[in-house]
């Protein structure tokens, strides 16, 4: 059978794939993995946990199946409404809390969703205990009864602790900033104004009216063009604009030009690298970034460790050597000293605080890297088990030689689908279209079944 877990969680359309009775049964293990269950009355303390939700009309039910879960497990629960997925990150490590959940899909469309544990410490879980929770499934569990059940009860103000929190990592005041965001009918209508007027900023929010069944729907940052138009025709200094749990930001300047996570990563990590607060004077990206960013850092003094795609494979990096910033292009920024996941509130406060200190636009500070063309074709159909065969591998390291310091291929299997992922970036996007056309036909030819 397929794993259960994917990059991110459990995630389905709900009600179908993710139905009220499979949310229960993973809260029951995810409750004895993580929180052990049962031991109530050899310790005399019930485990607590936290539970969150974006807006989705579907999270209301299966928050009811998870808390009912955990309760029944004898797991003692803080219900904090609906908040992004960084702020119960957050929350989990704040309150003491033996684990976390999250009730999300993200950047998905709203009749999906999903859950997230966390670990004591509001950490992900490695695949490891993902593992273990998914092999309980069902288990044949004994349930306490009186005392030993646990208790329920709403959270709702401690949205208020993680804003509080996410202030006191800034420095700079953004009085002499005018902002627009997009908060994606999401998680962050409530928390994200609210922390940008604490900051000092002017503020204009878009797509901060949740219904439970808009999130992501034309908005957010994975639809840039109402946040480009409302930036350019406000005249505002900048826009961010987060996924449905924000934990991911993206950003557009003054003229409406996208700054991708890349871009982010690079302003983020050139001002640490001044003030001394890049750890080892390192980052952490993955495969996909874009050779322009690690061309960028290496002129600046600042080194880049690879690792697979995905955030959670940046953190372990970051955790194991020791380094306090790292993310992706997608804009899944990790700010180790003060969050344990991807966090865009954060981010977007630290990136507006390097704006206000330089006092230069952000089109400007974003000129410290030059992104190179990157053509990505999706060879669908093929035998993804047949990326290394020595006719790919022979194409590649002849295209590799041609591009040279300039220029970079990547040959990725989906991780989901019958499809091998050829990217190229070149000096020009006619070399980088070329040569990737070139390899997507060995694959074709090598790769079929």
């Given at each position: 059978m397929a ?7 459990v995630r389905?359309?709900a009600?179908?794939?993710l139905?009220?009775?499979l949310?229960?049964?993973l ?7 993580l929180?052990?269950?049962g031991?109530f ?18 999270g209301?039910?299966l928050?009811a ?14 219900r904090l409404?609906?908040l992004p ?7 989990t490590?704040?309150?003491g809390a ?5 009730l999300?899909?993200s950047h998905?469309p709203a009749p999906d969703?999903?859950i997230k544990f ?5 950490f ?12 309980r499934?069902g288990?044949?569990?004994?349930f306490p009864?009186?005392s030993?059940?646990?208790?329920v009860?709403?959270?709702?103000g ?6 509080s929190h996410?202030?006191?990592t800034?420095?700079a ?5 005018s902002v627009?965001i997009d ?5 962050a209508h409530?928390?994200a104004?609210?922390?940008?007027v604490?900051?000092g ?7 901060a009216?949740?219904?439970?069944l ?10 840039l063009?109402?946040l ?5 025709s406000?005249g505002?200094?900048l826009g961010l ?5 924000a934990?991911?930001?993206l950003?557009?300047d003054?003229?409406?030009a996208?700054?991708?996570?890349d871009?982010i ?5 050139a001002?640490?690298?001044d003030?001394g607060?890049?750890?080892?004077d390192?980052?952490v ?17 600042i ?7 995905g ?7 970051m ?8 993310g ?11 969050a344990?996941t991807?966090?865009g ?13 330089a006092g230069?636009?952000?089109?400007e ?10 053509i ?11 990326a290394s ?6 194409a ?5 030689a041609?591009?040279?310091?300039t220029?970079?291929?990547?040959i990725?299997?989906s ?9 190229v ?11 990737a ?7 074709r030819k090598?790769?079929?079944?």
């Amino acid at each position: 059978m397929a794993r259960l877990f994917g990059t991110d969680g459990v995630r389905g359309v709900a009600g179908r794939d993710l139905t009220a009775q499979l949310a229960m049964d993973l809260s029951v293990a995810a409750a004895h993995v993580l929180g052990d269950a049962g031991a109530f009355a050899a310790t005399g303390r019930r485990p607590v946990a936290v539970v969150g939700r974006d807006p989705r009309a579907s999270g209301e039910f299966l928050e009811a199946a998870v808390v009912a879960g955990l309760a029944a497990s004898g797991v003692d629960v803080l219900r904090l409404g609906v908040l992004p997925t960084p702020a119960v990150a957050h929350l989990t490590a704040a309150l003491g809390a033996d684990l976390g959940v999250m009730l999300s899909a993200s950047h998905n469309p709203a009749p999906d969703n999903g859950i997230k544990f966390l670990a004591r410490g509001g950490f992900k879980l490695s695949d490891a205990v993902e593992d273990e929770i998914e092999r309980r499934l069902g288990e044949d569990w004994t349930f306490p009864v009186g005392s030993g059940v646990g208790r329920v009860r709403d959270a709702y103000g401690e949205a208020d602790r993680y804003i509080s929190h996410v202030l006191t990592t800034m420095s700079a005041s953004l009085d002499s900033l005018s902002v627009v965001i997009d908060c994606a009918h999401g998680a962050a209508h409530m928390v994200a104004p609210e922390a940008l007027v604490r900051a000092g900023a002017r503020v204009e929010a878009i797509g901060a009216r949740p219904d439970g069944l808009n999130i992501n729907a034309g908005h957010g940052s994975t639809h840039l063009d109402k946040l480009q138009q409302v930036v350019v025709s406000r005249g505002a200094d900048l826009g961010l604009a987060y996924d449905g749990d924000a934990d991911r930001c993206l950003a557009v300047d003054h003229t409406g030009a996208i700054i991708d996570g890349d871009h982010i990563m690079a302003i983020l990590a050139a001002s640490m690298h001044d003030e001394g607060e890049l750890a080892k004077d390192t980052v952490v990206a993955t495969v996909m970034s874009n050779l322009g960013f690690k061309l960028a850092m290496r002129d600046a003094g600042i080194t880049v460790v690879e690792t697979a795609v995905g955030d959670r494979y940046v953190l372990e990096r970051m955790k194991s050597d020791g380094y306090n910033l790292g993310g992706e292009q997608s804009g899944h920024v990790i700010m180790l000293d003060h969050a344990t996941t991807g966090d865009g509130l954060l981010t977007s406060l630290h990136l507006l605080g390097v704006v206000a200190k330089a006092g230069a636009p952000l089109k400007e500070l974003a000129s410290v890297m030059t992104p190179l063309p990157q053509i990505l074709i999706n060879v669908k159909d093929v035998d993804k088990g047949k990326a290394s065969v020595p006719e790919l591998v022979e194409a590649v390291a002849l295209a590799e030689a041609e591009l040279g310091e300039t220029g970079r291929v990547l040959i990725r299997p989906s991780g989901t689908e019958p499809m091998i992922r050829v990217m190229v970036e070149a000096a020009s996007e006619e070399h980088a279209t070329q040569v990737a056309g070139r390899l997507a036909d060995v694959v074709r030819k090598a790769c079929t079944s």
